[in-house]
Structure formats: C-alpha cells, structure tokens
C-alpha cells in the first residue's frame, strides 16, 4: 500500500510533462527520427540536443555514443566544448558590467588595457569595447598565437605584429583574439579574472552547475566526450583534445545540454532568470543589433540552402534571415568535437547541439530541422541529406585542387642542398620560432605546442608537409636559397619563417 502514493506521483509527473509538451508531439516525434537518421549519415558517434520553445525545454536528448572506444552513451549531462558558442557568453558578461557602471561599448580599449597594442596605430587608438566582439577591427586569422599555446601576456604582445587584412572597420574577417582582449578587459574593469567572473556572475546564476570556464575546470567531472576525427576513407578514430589556455574568453566553455537549455531559456527571456532581469532591455537588444555587415566568402555555405538575403554579426552572434525571421546563430568548431546554438527569438524558440566529430555539419541539419518543425511546422526539408550533399560537393572541390597541386608537381628532381643543411633554427615576428630538425634521412619541423610536421621531398627545395595531428592536414613547404646558395627562409601556411644564423 505504501507503493500507491509513490505511483500516483509518478503517473502525475509523466502525465504533466506529456502535457505541457502536447503541443509538441509530432514535432517531437519527427524530429527524433531524423536525428536518428542523420546520425547514420554523417557517422557522428554521438550527440546531444536541447530545444527550447516559449520558455520551455521541450526536447533534450542525448544519442550515440560519447566515445567510439567505451561505447559509454552520449547524455544530455555529458560535458562537451562549446567553442566559439562562448562568444556570446562573454559579450553577456561585458554587458553586465555596462550596466554595473564599470565599462562603456563606447570606452576606448587603450584607456583600459594599453598593453595591447596594435601594427594599425590609428586602429589601436580608436577601438571600443564593442569592436571587440564584432570581427572588424582590420584584424585577419592569427589563431596560431592560441594554437601554439603561448601564454595570455605572450598573445597580448604578439598582436601587435599582425598586418591588417584590411582597413579599421571596414569589412569583416572572423577571428578569436578580439575576444581574448575582451577578457582581460573584463578581469581589468571588475577586478576579476574571466573563468571567476563568468562562473559566478552567470552560471551560478542561472543554475548552470554542469559548466565550467574551460577544460581544466572541467575535469572535476568524469562524464566528458571523447574528440574523433573521420578521415578521408570514412573511418572515424579518437583524438586527443588539445587544451589552449588562452582561448578561454574565445572559445573554452565545456558544458552540457542539460545546461544550455538554461542558457538558451536566459537568452530568449530577456537576459532574465526566475523573472529577475541579468541585463537591462538596452544592453539585452545590443547584443542582437547587426554590428558588422558579414562578407560572402566569411558566412557560411548554408547560404546557398537557405536564401538568405542578407548575413550580419551581432556581438557573439552571426545573423541571418529565414523565412521571413531574424535568425541568432553560433557554431563552435575545435579539434574533434563542435557545437551550435540557433534562436528565433521573435519566435521564442531555440536550439543547442552538441556533437563529437570534428566539423561535422550534423550540427547545421539539426539546427534547420528544428526551426521547421518547431517553428514553421514544415517537415519538408531533408536537411541531412542537403546539407551533406552541400558539403560533400565542396570536399569534392578542395579534392579537385589538391590533384591539380600533385599535377603540377615536377618529377625526378632533388633537393639542392643535402638534408642536413635545411636543418636549424628559424624565426618569424608573429608566431615566434620554429625548427627544422634531421632524425634519420629525412626531416621535421618543429613549431610551438609539440605541433610536428613531417616532411618529404616534392620537388627542387619544396617539402610536402603533413602534420603529426593527422587532422591538421598537410601543405608545401618551400625553401628559399640566398645568393651564397644556403637556405634562408621558408614559407608555410602562407607564413614565412627566417633561417638563424647558427
């Protein structure tokens, strides 16, 4: 008799959750089903997706596995990074502390962090807060600083060799050290370092006990994804995550979907938790303001499926238009592993996905499926099957390219030098330094962070590299002879590295 109160419980409690989600059923319904389906097609080994709809977590659900090795399953309480999703997160805490009276978006970055200094004087000088989170600053893609793992005062000084990509605000090129300022700035105007601040100033306040500051912090838990990689033969194998620890402000959230639903139910509701509001309604719809007009070669090629008319960045979210909505949106890449966040926000409606494959675009066809059939109650899209049919294409693309390289190539030449004397140690302003070393007959190069790359002959003095982190890829490496017919520089990645005089 005493089991019969705990059974009335328990049938009340299933049956209010079936209700307050009744509305909700077949799209529910469909949507498992092509989650399931797309996992199939893309071979991710696991996932998790939270969706949140009129201030209700209507759909959490974890599938797969969170390592290919265990067979453990992917849970919605399995910790997985964020990525670049973390941008909005730190523009959130930046917000507050407009609020509190501590910062202006309009203050000069100069004023507060004069270490930071800038190869555009004029750029330097006339930065704000906000042109930290909107990718305009002239600034290209130096992500190698992070990469190498130089430490924060390191990164801070090397910024001020990056050439501009283009003029101060004048276009856009996406990139993650704006953002890692963006975090000093936050330690220098309140006091306290980022990790704390974001820690206690919003997860703690939004109950986000499962989510923490970066990896390190992390491993607290013992429920974490495994990172995978699929190389070109299809075959999916575990790799190691590769920790930086300046990319916390950028990229460096772990979390899990349990928690991001929280995150997303925050961001729909008006920055507000249990009513309270966390930002004033001014700071909450600067977020969500076009900042940055988005180039077509920056956005993604998802364009090409959903017709937008036109992509801007709001400050830590790119924006789009679909059907006839303002679309939010972030993705989060690092090695072996992804994310997504998407809202609608006209529609309070939104949507996070985890996965643990590297640059799988399960995440994209998750997103899109859920605004149809949660928002526009249209299950006409494949967009699995689109969206790897877009992608697969321009695999195809970059496949095409590389054969035109290896037909290019000239056949039965040597090197100029012996091995040996391509050996030693070279420098570049930015990146730092770099060594060519000999084991055995043939040649390696040595970067920051145990980043290797093995080379090989190609042809005259250029080397085919191929990164010991297998899914970094590979290049040419070419070597440049002075006039005394020694080595005196080479070129890779597009960045050229000085030889050292012995």
């Not at 909107?134 to 990164?155: E, P």
Request: proline share 3%; charged share 20%; net charge neutral.
């Amino acid at each position: 008799m005493k089991k019969l109160p705990l059974l009335i419980c328990l049938t009340f409690f299933l049956f209010n959750a079936y209700t307050q989600n009744a509305p909700y059923q077949k799209a529910i319904k469909s949507f498992d089903a092509f989650a399931q389906n797309a996992m199939q097609l893309w071979k991710t080994p696991g996932f998790s997706v939270v969706i949140v709809k009129d201030n209700k977590i209507v759909f959490n659900k974890g599938y797969g596995v969170k390592d290919i090795a265990t067979r453990a399953p992917f849970e919605t309480s399995t910790l997985s990074i964020c990525a670049s999703t973390t941008k909005a997160m730190t523009a959130v805490c930046m917000g507050m502390l407009v609020d509190a009276g501590k910062v202006s978006w309009t203050d000069k970055v100069s004023d507060i962090y004069p270490e930071l200094k800038l190869y555009d004087n004029y750029a330097a000088s006339e930065l704000t807060v906000k042109d930290l989170f909107t990718h305009n600053t002239g600034l290209g893609n130096a992500d190698l600083l992070w990469v190498f793992d130089y430490n924060m005062d390191t990164v801070i000084h090397q910024m001020r060799y990056i050439k501009p990509a283009y003029s101060f605000r004048s276009s856009f090129v996406y990139q993650n050290l704006m953002y890692i300022v963006a975090g000093e700035v936050i330690h220098k105007v309140s006091g306290i370092p980022w990790e704390r601040f974001i820690k206690d100033s919003l997860f703690a306040r939004l109950g986000m006990n499962n989510t923490f500051p970066n990896y390190r912090q992390s491993l607290v838990s013992n429920n974490h994804i495994t990172t995978h990689y699929m190389y070109e033969d299809s075959v999916v194998e575990t790799i190691p995550f590769i920790d930086s620890k300046t990319i916390d402000a950028a990229g460096g959230v772990w979390s899990c979907t349990d928690d991001m639903g929280k995150w997303i139910n925050f961001m729909l509701d008006s920055a507000r938790v249990n009513g309270k509001r966390l930002l004033k309604q001014d700071t909450y719809s600067e977020l969500f303001k076009p900042q940055s007009i988005v180039t077509e070669d920056e956005f993604y090629p998802t364009k090409q499926l959903t017709h937008t008319h036109w992509t801007t960045y709001g400050l830590g979210w790119f924006q789009e238009d679909y059907k006839g909505r303002m679309v939010q949106f972030h993705t989060g890449s690092l090695d072996g592993a992804v994310a997504i966040a998407g809202l609608i926000p006209d529609e309070n409606f939104g949507v996070y996905v985890f996965a643990n494959m590297d640059h799988t675009e399960i995440r994209h066809a998750l997103m899109y499926k859920a605004m149809d059939l949660f928002v526009f109650n249209d299950d006409n899209t494949n967009w699995s099957k689109e969206l790897y049919q877009l992608y697969a294409a321009r695999f195809a693309a970059n496949k095409k390219r590389e054969a035109q390289r290896d037909s290019a190539r000239v056949s039965n030449t040597k090197p100029s030098l012996e091995l040996k004397d391509y050996a030693g140690s070279y420098h570049n302003e930015l990146y730092g330094n770099a060594g060519i070393v000999l084991q055995g007959d043939s040649l390696v190069a040595k970067f920051p962070n145990n980043i290797n790359v093995d080379l090989s002959h190609w042809n005259y003095d250029t080397f085919l590299g191929r990164f010991e982190y297998k899914w970094y890829g590979k290049d040419l490496m070419r070597f440049s002879l002075n006039e005394e017919g020694k080595v005196s520089s080479f070129n890779f990645l597009g960045i050229e590295y000085d030889k050292r005089d012995e």
